[in-house]
Antibody, heavy 125, light 105 residues
Framework: EVQLVESGGGLVQPGGSLRLSCAAS????????IDWVRQAPGRGLEWLGR??????????VYAASVEGRFTVSRDHTETTVYLQMKDLTSEDTAVYYC????????????????WGQGALVTVSS | DIQMTQSPSSVSASLGDRVTISCRAS??????LAWFQQKPGEAPKSLIF???TLQSGVPSRFSGSGSGTDFTLTITSLQPEDCAVYYC?????????FGGGTRVE
């Protein structure tokens, strides 16, 4: 069974840092892109960044709103993806989701199929 | 950035009704669009990719169509469990922007 489980959320002071984890099971993590998406309270979804699959050498790409502050990485065991966040502000308060993207063929590309349950990050003094 | 605009922002419908949600891209994105369903307190669920292909396990009352800048999600014969917020997302170019969501009540 495919599972994505986020952890590491919590309360952090403005200007602080936090690292979220996305533990993957039931599939080979290296075969898939992984995106991070967040949702501020009562708001819509915002795409944050991606770590691409092994085929693409695990390269990363970010939204301009978080580039330089957020870093997506994978561990060497290829079971966990991380979202390292720094210089946090109240605007970063949100539920953070990791989502798996699957390759559906050359003419179709990668699309999200599974989502984690989310991790709540609250930035407040 | 490519802007994604959904309409309406909310819709109220009855059991068995046909519901149509629109998503418009600020420029041509071909067929590179996905739809998601999010119920209160839950993570989003992937419904449709490449504009019209249903994810595995998604009921056939859901369908997607469109290309270029105009896309549609249709729910035929609305069921109680379909009450949720629906989002579109373009996968044409980064950042991968979402529409603002449509609440189906």
């Amino acid at each position: 069974e495919v599972q994505l489980v986020e952890s590491g959320g919590g309360l952090v002071q403005p200007g602080g840092s936090l690292r979220l984890s996305c533990a993957a099971s039931g599939f080979t993590l290296g075969d898939h892109h992984i995106d991070w998406v967040r949702q501020a309270p009562g708001r819509g979804l915002e795409w944050l960044g991606r770590t691409r699959s092994r085929t693409y050498s695990y390269t990363t790409v970010y939204a301009a709103s978080v580039e330089g502050r957020f870093t997506v990485s994978r561990d060497h065991t290829e079971t966990t993806v991380y979202l390292q966040m720094k210089d946090l502000t109240s605007e970063d308060t949100a539920v953070y989701y990791c989502t798996r993207l699957t390759f559906y063929g050359t003419s179709v590309g990668y699309y999200p199929d599974y989502w984690g349950q989310g991790a709540l990050v609250t930035v407040s003094s | 950035d490519i802007q994604m605009t959904q309409s309406p922002s909310s819709v109220s419908a009855s059991l068995g009704d046909r519901v149509t949600i629109s998503c418009r891209a600020s420029r041509n994105i071909g067929h590179v669009l996905a739809w998601f369903q999010q119920k209160p307190g839950e993570a989003p669920k992937s419904l449709i990719f490449a504009s019209s292909t249903l994810q595995s396990g998604v009921p056939s009352r859901f369908s997607g169509s469109g290309s270029g800048t105009d896309f549609t999600l249709t729910i035929t014969s609305l069921q109680p469990e379909d009450c949720a917020v629906y989002y579109c997302q373009q996968h044409y170019a980064g950042p991968l922007t979402f529409g603002g969501g449509t609440r189906v009540e």
